[in-house]
Structure formats: structure tokens, C-alpha cells
């Protein structure tokens, strides 16, 4: 009976460490997927800025050649 209670003791001691080891990797997942969603959150607020800044400038494209085609016409006639 003792080595069976032994065994039982062994056994549980393991499962103990496994499930130490578990929650340590899990808080190693968590820190990671902390980090992914600070970073995708920074990466969308540099996209969004860039598009603005990037339609801004096609914006003022489109004016200068406007203002072009305006003044040849103007020169023309």
C-alpha cells in the first residue's frame, strides 16, 4: 500500500510541475499577445495618418494640374 501511496505522490508531484510549467508559458503567450496588439494598434494609427497624408498630397496633384490645364486654356484663348 505504501508504494502504491508513493507511486499516487510521484505522480501528483509531476502533474504539479507540468501545470507550473502550463501557467508559465501561458503568461509567456499573454505577454506576446499584449505586445501583437500594442503594435497592430501603433501599426493601424500610422496607416491611418498615412492615408490622410497621402490623399492630402494627391489632393494638392490634382489642384496644380487643374490650375495648369486652367492657365493653358486661358493662354490659348
Excluded: P, Y
Amino acid at each position: 500500500v505504501q508504494n502504491q501511496v508513493d507511486e499516487v505522490i510521484d505522480v501528483m508531484q509531476e502533474n504539479i510541475t507540468k501545470v507550473i510549467e502550463r501557467g508559465e508559458r501561458l503568461d509567456d503567450l499573454q505577454d506576446k499577445s499584449d505586445s501583437l496588439s500594442d503594435n497592430a494598434a501603433a501599426f493601424s494609427k500610422r496607416a491611418k495618418h498615412l492615408r490622410r497624408q497621402m490623399w492630402w498630397r494627391d489632393c494638392k496633384m490634382k489642384a496644380i494640374i487643374a490650375m495648369v490645364v486652367l492657365i493653358l486654356l486661358l493662354v490659348i484663348i
